[in-house]
């Protein structure tokens, strides 16, 4: 009987080195999970895979600041959104900005002008105007409004005539109802010498730049010399009466066509650069030139200066 501790001689080559005995396998200790650690977090090893080396879970104190700028940006985000929400309801229904473009109300209002517009002043023409406290539209009053021939385009004027006026003008004197007009605002550039212009309304002679569907219209709403203003209709006038085109050219201003009334002029700037470029280089200068030349070309006896 052969010994069981003796190897076995094979037929050819080197004797094979004994075999050490198999230990017994023992069972595998249980994991140890820390306090601060979910147990969803621990990777637990499948038999008979090799495991990837283990990553240890980031700090409880990395997680929260990780969340904590989450939360931030989600916050700064919804506080922009807010914002931008404000302002558009803002400019939508209560106040907009307006530049003045143009000489027609000289001297109350001059190009380079910057005005901030009360769009709710006057209502919405609905059924909170019975109950809020709004105005009626004066003799008198500079509105903004969308200009009746091109509505993309905004006027600034003042209101002279009210639904059932009989208007009238003799030697540039604005009467109404057969009353003058006074009118300290009014700038004169000439003495009266177009017969169109200054004795308003003319049935017989037509002027330049008279609208033609005007012309027809307003011959048939003059009575004994007298230019009647419809209901829901403005007749409005520039300041500077001899260098304006408004409704003795045009026409009226329906009731739903006006914006509101200028509140302030919040910044006024001298007209410094006559012909800007029109191309993106030209308008990039424009605003660089603006920008570093704030002080010397913006009229601050101006500025912030209420609209009457």
Avoid at 5 to 21: D, K
Avoid at 30 to 53: M, N, R
Avoid at 240 to 259: A, L
Avoid at 263 to 281: E, F, G, K, Q
Wanted: proline share 10%.
């Amino acid at each position: 009987m052969d010994s069981p501790n003796v190897p076995i001689a094979a037929s050819e080559g080197p004797v094979a080195p004994p075999v050490p005995p198999v230990a017994a396998t023992e069972a595998p200790a249980p994991l140890q999970v820390p306090a601060d650690v979910s147990a969803h977090d621990v990777a637990v090893p499948t038999p008979g895979v090799p495991s990837a080396p283990h990553t240890a879970p980031a700090p409880a104190s990395d997680r929260r600041i990780v969340t904590t700028l989450s939360s931030d940006v989600i916050g700064s985000l919804q506080s922009l959104m807010g914002t931008v929400v404000i302002a558009i309801f803002v400019i939508t229904f209560i106040v907009q900005a307006f530049q003045i473009p143009s000489e027609s109300m000289e001297n109350t209002l001059l190009v380079g002008d910057y005005l901030l517009v009360n769009k709710l002043c006057y209502g919405g023409q609905g059924l909170g105007d019975h109950v809020m406290p709004y105005q009626k539209i004066a003799r008198g009053d500079i509105i903004v409004f969308h200009y009746p021939v091109d509505p993309q385009q905004h006027f600034v004027k003042r209101v002279i005539g009210v639904p059932g006026d009989h208007l009238r003008m003799v030697a540039k004197r604005v009467l109404i109802n057969g009353k003058p007009l006074d009118e300290p605002y009014v700038r004169f550039l000439e003495p009266p010498n177009n017969l169109f212009r200054d004795n308003f309304p003319r049935t017989d002679i037509p002027a330049i730049g008279l609208e033609g569907k005007w012309w027809l219209e307003m011959r048939k709403l003059v009575e004994d010399g007298q230019l009647i203003v419809p209901e829901g209709h403005y007749f409005v006038m520039g300041d500077n009466r001899d260098d304006s085109q408004d409704s003795r050219y045009w026409g009226f201003v329906p009731r739903e066509n006006i914006i509101g009334r200028p509140l302030v002029i919040y910044w006024s700037v001298r007209d410094w650069d006559h012909s800007p470029s029109a191309s993106i280089m030209g308008r990039l200068y424009h605003v660089a030139y603006a920008v570093t030349h704030i002080f010397q070309i913006t009229r601050w006896n101006r500025t912030l200066r209420l609209v009457h």
